[in-house]
């Protein structure tokens, strides 16, 4: 797992690459995914760094995604979440997705059940054709709060 200076590092790379610069207000809207501890919706992103404008917030996340700094997970309610991408954390997981409520937690896998999957995964991708170069693994069903 990297650190949140290796994180800005990265993230401020990738921009360049894309000729973006690496703002303040990037940096604060990445700062705030690091400190997380799971995928937040642009309110959480608001009140960890209370400085920035929702506007410019949305505009820094998309931004951020198409540097391939921030990962967007859809959810079945209004407002999807964001977390850090995790080629830029170096940590992989997964998701359990509510249904009902939009809630994300992230899962993470013993190591053989990981390559026991990517395993899987990369059979099923070559009998199709296809060449991958990772995976993602959400699971959707229901919270505790929203079955009871």
Known sequence: MRTELEIHE????????LDQRYT?????VVTALVEAAAPVTITDVL???PGLAQSSTYRNLAVL????????IVTGDDHARFELAEDVTGAHHHHLVCASCGLVVDVVLSDQLEHLLHDELDAAAEREGFVTSHH????VG?????IE
């Open 47 to 49: 009140a960890a760094a």
């Open 24 to 28: 303040q207000n990037r940096r604060a």
């Open 10 to 17: 990265v993230a401020n790379d990738r921009l360049r690459g």
């Open 142 to 146: 229901h919270c505790g709060d929203c």
């Open 136 to 139: 993602r693994v959400d699971l």
């Open 65 to 72: 995604e198409e540097a391939g700094v921030v990962h967007r």
